[in-house]
C-alpha cells in the first residue's frame, strides 16, 4: 500500500510532462429539438425555452456545430435527423437534445411531432419517430453518442387514443432502454415509467441542472449526470429522479476539455496538498480498513486525515450493523426453536427477552450505521466541492472509482426529511395517506408494514431508513390496493360513491339492486269474546248440539250451574234445545246417553 502511495507523485510528473488534455476533445456536433406549439394537443411552456437553454449552453462550450429546432412536424423531423446524421460522420462526440412529448407503446419509446394525431394507438408507428431513429442518427460518431430526452411528461394523447387491441400496453412515462451500440448513454429526465415535471420557472428542473453540471470542463459525462439527479432530486423534493442508460469505459469522458496550458520550463512547486489528495482517493478506491490504516499511518492529520477517520467509522458501523442483524436472526431462530419443542417457560423467557435485546441492539446499530453513512457521504460531497471551487489549490479528481455509486456522494439528509421522503413515496404508491410532515408516527409506521405486506419487503418499519426509501422508489405504480366504504367503488386511485337509477339502491354487496314493492299493512281487526255474549246458537251446547252427550255436556252444565238463573243457560236432549225457564238452572246429575239426560232443569 505504501508503495501505491509512493508513485503518486510520480504518476503527477508523468501527467505534466504528457499533457493534461483529455482524450475526448475532437470535433463535436449536436442537434437541440423542442416541441411545445402541438397541433392537436394542448400546448407546452417549457420545451422551446429549455431548447434554447440547451443550444446556447452547448455553443458557449466550444461545440462546432449545433443545431437548434422547435416545433417540427413529422416529414421535418425526419429531415433534420437525416442531415444530422449526416455531420455526425465526422463527428467524435454526437448530442442529440430533446425537449416535448414522449410516448411509450409495447415496450418501445416515440418522440411526437407537432402535427401528431394519435386517435389510435398504432398510430403512433406512421405519426412518431422510434427513439431507435433517434439512435441511428447519433450512430457514426466514433466516440461517444450522447441522447438527452426530457418528454416524461403526461402524455394527453393517451385518454383519448382508441385501442385497436385490449392487450397493447400504453406505459406511463417512458420505458427503459437499453442501447445495443458502444459508448451509447441515453439520459432521461425522470426514471422509466415516471413523469417529470416542468416546473414553476421558465425552465424544467432537468435542463436547470443540465445546462450548470454538463459542460464543466474536464467534468466526466457520467458525474456530470450524478450532479444533474441531485439537483433534480432535491428541487423536487425527491419526486423525480433523471436516470441514465448505457454505459462507457474506464476512461473520462467530458463534454468539455480542460484548457491545455504550456508546461513552464521550470517545474512548479511541489504541492502536498495534491499529494495527500491522491493518496486519500487512493484509498477510497480501495474502500477497506486496511487501506484507510495505511493512509493514516502517512498523513495522520489535517482535513483528509479528518474525513479518513469518517470512512473508518462508517466501515465499522456497517460491519456492526452487520453483526447485530446476524445476531437477531439467531436470537429469533432460538426463540422459536425452544418454543416448538415446547421447552420450560423459564427457558422460553429467557431466549425471548435475548430476541428483543438483539433486536434493540439490530436497531441501534441500523441508526448508528446511517448518521456515519450520512456524515462520510457530506464530508465526501464537501471534499468535492471545494475541489471544485479551488482546483488550483487541490484539482481533485473527477473519475468515479469502479463500484461507487454516484448517488452514495449526496450530502447527508436530515432524518425530519428522510422521514418526509419515505412518507411522500408511500403516499404515491397508495400505502400512505396523512401528511408528508416529517414526523414517523404509529400512522407512518403502519403504511410502512402495509408496504411489507404488498411488496413482499422485510422493512423495519420502527425508523424512517435510506433502505426503505430506496424499496419503495423501486415500485412504479401502486403497490397497496385502495379500500373503499360500503356504498362507494373503486375509481383509479380513488373511491367514489355509487349512484343508482331511479327504482334501485345499493345493497349489501355494494350492487345496485332493484328496490322490493312495500307489503300493504293489515287492518286492525277487533278479537270476539267467546263468552256468554254471543247469541246462544253460537256457544257450546251445555248437553251437546243435536242431542249431544256424555261427560263434555256434563262439564259444560257444571260450569253454568253457578250462573244466574235462567242467565241464558240451554237445555238440549233428545226432543230438542230450548232456554231454561226463568228461574232454573242445569244441574250436572251425571250419566248421558240414549234416553238418559245429564243434565237436569231444577226450579225453585
Request: proline share 5%.
Amino acid at each position: 500500500m505504501r508503495n501505491l502511495l509512493r508513485l503518486c507523485p510520480l504518476l503527477l510528473a508523468a501527467v505534466l510532462l504528457f499533457g493534461t488534455a483529455p482524450a475526448f476533445a475532437g470535433n463535436r456536433v449536436a442537434l437541440v429539438i423542442a416541441n411545445s406549439a402541438y397541433q392537436h394537443a394542448p400546448s407546452l411552456t417549457n420545451p422551446v425555452n429549455d431548447g434554447a437553454v440547451m443550444a446556447k449552453t452547448l455553443k458557449e462550450a466550444g461545440f462546432n456545430s449545433v443545431d437548434f429546432r422547435h416545433d417540427l412536424s413529422a416529414l421535418d423531423t425526419r429531415r433534420v435527423l437525416r442531415d444530422f446524421a449526416d455531420a455526425t460522420r465526422n463527428a467524435d462526440i454526437a448530442v442529440v437534445y430533446y425537449a416535448g412529448h414522449g410516448i411509450e407503446v409495447e415496450g418501445s419509446n416515440y418522440l411526437i411531432p407537432v402535427d401528431a394525431k394519435l386517435e389510435r394507438d398504432t398510430d403512433v408507428y406512421d405519426e412518431a419517430l422510434s427513439l431507435d431513429r433517434v439512435l441511428v442518427a447519433v450512430e457514426p460518431a466514433k466516440q461517444l453518442r450522447l441522447v438527452i430526452l426530457d418528454a416524461c411528461r403526461d402524455n394527453p394523447f393517451g385518454k383519448t387514443m382508441k385501442r385497436t387491441v385490449a392487450a397493447r400496453g400504453i406505459g406511463r412515462g417512458l420505458a427503459q432502454v437499453e442501447p445495443t451500440s458502444p459508448n451509447t448513454l441515453i439520459a432521461y429526465s425522470a426514471k422509466a415509467g415516471f413523469t417529470a415535471q416542468d416546473g414553476d420557472g421558465a425552465n424544467s428542473p432537468f435542463t436547470v441542472a443540465l445546462s450548470k453540471h454538463l459542460t464543466t470542463p474536464g467534468l466526466d459525462v457520467r458525474r456530470a449526470f450524478g450532479f444533474v439527479r441531485d439537483d433534480v432530486l432535491k428541487s423536487t423534493g425527491n419526486k423525480q429522479e433523471p436516470f441514465v442508460y448505457g454505459s462507457l469505459g474506464g476512461e473520462d469522458v467530458p463534454l468539455v476539455p480542460v484548457k491545455v496550458t504550456a508546461a513552464a520550463t521550470v517545474a512548479p512547486a511541489p504541492n502536498p496538498q495534491a499529494d495527500i489528495r491522491r493518496d486519500y482517493e487512493l484509498a477510497l478506491q480501495v474502500g477497506n480498513k486496511a487501506a484507510w490504516a495505511a493512509f493514516l499511518a502517512q498523513h495522520p492529520d489535517g482535513f483528509y486525515a479528518s474525513l479518513a477517520k469518517l470512512q473508518v467509522e462508517k466501515i465499522g458501523a456497517e460491519q456492526a450493523h452487520a453483526a447485530a442483524t446476524e445476531k437477531a436472526k439467531q436470537a429469533e431462530a432460538e426463540r422459536d426453536r425452544l418454543a416448538a419443542l415446547g421447552a420450560q417457560k423459564d427457558a422460553q423467557a429467557k431466549a425471548a427477552a435475548d430476541a428483543k435485546a438483539a433486536e434493540q441492539a439490530q436497531l441501534a446499530a441500523q441508526k448508528a450505521k446511517e448518521q456515519a453513512q450520512q456524515q462520510a457521504a457530506a464530508a465526501e460531497q464537501q471534499r468535492v466541492n471545494l475541489a471544485a471551487a479551488a482546483p488550483s489549490a487541490a484539482p481533485a479528481s473527477t473519475a468515479t472509482p469502479a463500484g461507487t455509486n454516484v448517488a452514495s456522494l449526496t450530502p447527508a439528509t436530515a432524518p425530519a426529511d428522510l422521514s418526509r421522503s419515505v412518507q411522500t413515496e408511500l403516499g404515491r404508491v397508495g400505502c400512505f395517506s396523512g401528511a408528508a410532515d416529517g414526523n414517523w408516527s404509529t400512522s407512518s409506521q403502519r403504511s410502512l408494514s402495509q408496504f411489507n405486506r404488498y411488496a413482499g419487503t422485510k422493512l423495519d418499519v420502527k425508523v424512517a431508513s435510506t433502505d426503505a426509501l430506496d424499496a419503495v422508489k423501486a415500485k412504479p405504480s401502486r403497490v397497496c390496493p385502495v379500500v373503499c366504504e360500503h356504498g362507494f367503488k373503486v375509481d383509479g386511485d380513488k373511491c367514489t360513491k355509487i349512484v343508482c337509477r331511479e327504482g334501485y339502491a345499493v345493497n349489501d354487496d355494494n350492487e345496485c339492486e332493484k328496490k322490493r314493492a312495500a307489503k300493504p299493512a293489515k287492518p286492525a281487526t277487533a278479537k270476539r269474546d267467546d263468552g256468554d255474549e254471543r247469541p246462544a246458537r253460537q256457544r257450546p251446547q251445555a248437553g251437546g248440539a243435536a242431542g249431544g252427550y256424555g261427560a263434555a255436556a256434563g262439564i259444560a252444565a257444571a260450569a253454568g250451574a253457578g250462573r244466574a238463573a235462567g242467565g241464558g243457560q240451554v237445555i238440549c236432549n233428545s226432543t230438542g234445545c230450548r232456554p231454561v225457564s226463568r228461574g232454573c238452572h242445569l244441574e250436572y246429575r251425571g250419566g248421558g246417553g240414549p234416553g238418559n239426560d245429564a243434565n237436569a232443569e231444577v226450579c225453585r
